[in-house]
């Protein structure tokens, strides 16, 4: 064979050999360099590069002669996919700070939100119920739909991803009002074409919270009815149990009857046992675990602390609440059903949740936020305290206090058992929310005096329950904060450390990682982020806020474009 004739077998040989190195020189928006890869699986850490273009990520693997427009040196970090809050409640507040700043410094990059009411649908009725609430935040309400408020936050951006459940009581709310009655089959059908809607509009479920009026007054077909529309979308049944006390085996039963009968997945929110039940963790554990053995798509979330977080009105039985917040102001400045609800109140019922049984007394009450500025000396304050000062039974302080507050008031009360946080946190199916809106030290948020959860919830497992106790595994936790919360959301492109995936990571030092928010002084970040990124774009570099705000609107299975 002539020179000539080797020609082409010499170019091709010469192809391939140039190939693997025109390869390895490619060029990516962003590389992370030399980090302790925990992908969200569950596996160990193993060593890589991650390489990013276009908000997803590109490449994973050894990348020593790529080059970027960033480099980041991940050098005895971990790298892991973005956290998952499971329940948020930043509807409001990312409209006031768009940054999420107590979310991202705890390596939040997506909040899933919408417990029971959702930011929308409304009406001119539900404004006025919440009139108070958005004066408190100076925020005005310019949409209705679902649509109109996802357009809203996508022009002025967010530091987050965001995802929205419709409420059912919202749905009751816009067709009922607030009155203790059950609706009417024409009612019902309209509630039903409002879930419907709201799927299509990119709701990820339909969610309850049952404690609070007029979720309460719903019956347990009504709920089916409800959930079964979401099911036919892809959606998730979540739920605020109607009791975690004296009541709890029984609305477990009711929840599960709602997930087998609509035939739809089961989310939990903030599972716990409260004062009546402590101990009863492994028994609500077995529970679930037969439900699950008998094909009930059923699991839970979340956030680890011995105090959960309420309104004050909580404190009263749902019927003073039937007609809604005038109804039960004007009951609490009248003497007769002042004292019905005192009665109440002391008496030891599973057919409600009864915060007031709840705890051991008025120390373990503390006041988180108020909407009047002249009652903002007492954020920070147990009821016990007040109580003293205004010379009065902790339960007139209650009742007093929601009048001068306007029923607006929040606060944390101390309820919960070490072991049984430990136990609920430990199973497979549990993943971790904050169930607390994003805030801020700064402006008007950092008026608030916010449960801790606000700023350190995921921090604080990662340093309490994996580095210092070991009650789970770094690889774990990281599962619990991200595949598993994207499997539950259906979110297929997010939660995971994988070529083609949505670019939401964290960089941590797990020996550094802590949260520095307590109950006393609340309104202070988390430590220990040197990085997070949101769809690519850091929102945390360095350990410093960049302002950024990258975050999208995360729409349900059912999403159809209008």
């Not at 009711?254 to 009546?276: C, D, M, N, Q, S």
């Not at 909580?314 to 102001?329: H, N, Q």
């Amino acid at each position: 064979m002539d020179r000539l004739g080797c020609l082409p077998a010499f170019a091709a040989l010469l192809l391939l050999l140039v190939a693997p190195c025109q390869a390895a020189a490619a060029s990516y928006d962003l590389i992370i360099r030399n980090g302790r890869i925990i992908d969200g699986t569950g596996s160990p850490w193993y060593a890589a590069d991650v390489a990013v273009t276009n908000g997803h990520i590109a490449a994973i693997g050894r990348l020593a002669d790529a080059s970027a427009a960033r480099i980041i040196d991940a050098h005895g970090l971990i790298v892991a996919p973005g956290f998952i809050d499971m329940l948020g409640q930043s509807e409001i507040t990312l409209l006031v700070d768009p940054r999420a700043p107590s979310k991202i410094f705890q390596g939040i990059t997506t909040e899933i939100t919408g417990e029971g009411e959702s930011v929308a649908p409304v009406n001119d009725a539900m404004i006025r119920q919440n009139q108070a609430t958005y004066d408190h935040y100076h925020v005005t309400v310019d949409w209705r739909t679902l649509p109109q408020y996802f357009a809203r936050l996508e022009k002025q951006g967010t530091g987050i991803n965001f995802g929205t459940y419709i409420g059912a009581t919202s749905v009751r709310e816009m067709v009922i009002g607030y009155v203790d009655r059950a609706p009417s089959k024409d009612e019902l059908q309209r509630m039903q074409d409002l879930v419907q809607e709201a799927m299509q509009q990119g709701a990820l479920g339909v969610s309850t919270s049952l404690q609070y009026p007029p979720a309460p007054y719903a019956s347990t077909e009504e709920l089916i009815a409800l959930a079964t529309v979401a099911a036919r979308y892809g959606g998730v049944y979540a739920t605020h149990m109607r009791s975690e006390g004296a009541g709890e085996m029984a609305a477990l039963d009711e929840t599960l009857r709602i997930g087998r009968e609509a035939r739809i997945p089961v989310e939990i929110f903030h599972l716990k046992t409260g004062k009546e039940n402590w101990g009863n963790m492994p028994v609500v554990i077995d529970h679930i675990e037969k439900a699950r053995a008998e094909g009930i798509d059923v699991a839970a979330d979340t956030y680890a602390y011995t105090a959960w977080s309420n309104d004050l009105a909580s404190f009263t039985p749902p019927w003073a609440s039937d007609g809604g917040k005038e109804k039960l102001l004007s009951r609490l400045k009248d003497s007769a059903t002042r004292t019905r609800m005192r009665k109440d109140l002391m008496t030891p019922s599973d057919k409600w949740d009864n915060g007031w049984l709840e705890v051991e007394g008025p120390q373990d009450i503390l006041i988180t936020a108020v909407n009047h500025r002249d009652l903002r000396k007492y954020q920070g304050k147990r009821l016990s305290e007040v109580a003293a000062e205004w010379h009065q039974d902790a339960i007139d302080t209650i009742f007093d206090f929601l009048i001068r507050d306007e029923a607006g008031t929040q606060i944390a009360a101390f309820g919960m058992r070490e072991p049984d946080i430990v136990l609920a946190l430990q199973q497979p199916w549990v993943s971790v929310g904050c169930d607390d809106g994003a805030t801020s030290p700064e402006g008007i948020l950092g008026a608030d005096h916010p449960h801790p959860r606000a700023y350190g919830t995921f921090p604080r497992i990662l340093a309490k329950y994996v580095r210092e106790e070991r009650k789970l595994s770094l690889p774990d936790a990281i599962r619990k904060f991200t595949a598993l919360p994207a499997q539950r959301e259906h979110l297929t492109d997010r939660g995971v450390i994988k070529q083609g995936m949505w670019a939401d990571l964290v960089v941590f030092d797990p020996e550094v990682i802590h949260d520095a928010a307590t109950y006393e002084n609340p309104n202070q970040f988390s430590a220990g982020m040197s990085y997070v990124l949101v769809n690519g774009t850091p929102v945390i570099a360095e350990g410093r806020m960049t302002g950024e705000l990258p975050g999208k609107v995360l729409r349900g299975a059912g999403y159809t474009k209008q």
